[in-house]
């Protein structure tokens, strides 16, 4: 059975920072691309990091340079670094891979709160 486990948000000031963990079971994870995405309140989910098997890190625009994204496949855990944060990173945000033949697995997610 496949598992993600989000730990980690909670209420922040801007420029603070947060490191969000993804504990993964149920699957090869150290062969899986893992994914952070994150929901505003009212905005559609959105794609913010994701790391391949081998440690790669890929970011969307807004978060360069603020968010680190790495794994630990010996702990199957994925985490997100979040510093600098903004209002505007206020949202929901969940762990996610894709296992062939069962298709989109996310997490339960995770609140960040970040206050002006």
């Known amino acids: 059975q496949v598992q993600l486990v989000e730990s980690g948000g909670g209420l922040v000031q801007a420029g603070g920072s947060l490191r969000l963990s993804c504990a993964a079971s149920?699957?090869?994870?150290?062969?899986?691309?893992m994914s952070w995405y994150r929901q505003a309140p009212g905005k559609k989910r959105e794609w913010v990091a994701g790391i391949s098997s081998g440690g790669s890190p890929t970011y969307t625009d807004s978060v360069k340079g603020r968010f680190t994204i790495s794994r630990d496949n010996a702990k199957n855990t994925v985490y997100l670094q979040m510093n600098s944060l903004k209002p505007e990173d206020t949202a929901v945000y969940y762990c996610h891979t894709f296992i062939y033949r069962q298709g989109d697995c996310w997490g339960q997610g995770t609140q960040v709160t970040v206050s002006s």
């Open positions: 149920g699957f090869a994870f150290s062969s899986s691309y």
